[in-house]
């Protein structure tokens, strides 16, 4: 299933627009900022697609970052693989959709840094000890 596609329907349906694979289509490069075709993840949202989820009244969570982290490519790339709700980035905060990723961050004091080493790390040991 891809998640991008899953959600831009939501959002056209309760716009009250035809949500067909044609207006879907039409919609991800407006409303994404990774519009690759990819079954989980790569859910950055544009400045437009962030505009819609306010239109629509959905509850989002703001999880400021420390203020000595800079937002590098890397962690824009640690981002991309690893929050698995759409999500919205500023210079001073992440703003995401998902509850259960809003707390996690919190517990990492919105180092989205740290927070992404720490998953790409789990994820190696994973893979380390299956294979």
């Known amino acids: 299933m891809n998640w991008k596609e899953t959600y831009t329907k939501i959002f056209l349906k309760q716009l009250g627009k035809d949500s067909s694979d044609t207006n879907v289509k039409s919609h991800l490069p407006l409303w994404w900022k990774n519009t690759r075709n990819r079954k989980e993840n790569g859910l950055r949202l544009t400045d437009e697609g962030w505009n819609i989820i306010h ?25 991309d693989k690893f929050i698995d709700c759409p999500y919205y980035l500023t210079q001073k905060a992440i703003h995401v959709l998902g509850e259960k990723k809003a707390v996690e961050l919190t517990l990492f004091s919105g180092d989205i840094r740290k927070y992404g080493l720490n998953k790409a790390m789990t994820r190696s040991k994973k893979l380390e000890d299956n294979g």
């Open 55 to 79: 239109e629509i009244g959905v509850t989002t969570y703001e999880i400021p970052f420390p203020a000595e982290m800079p937002l590098t490519t890397q962690v824009i790339i640690f981002l």
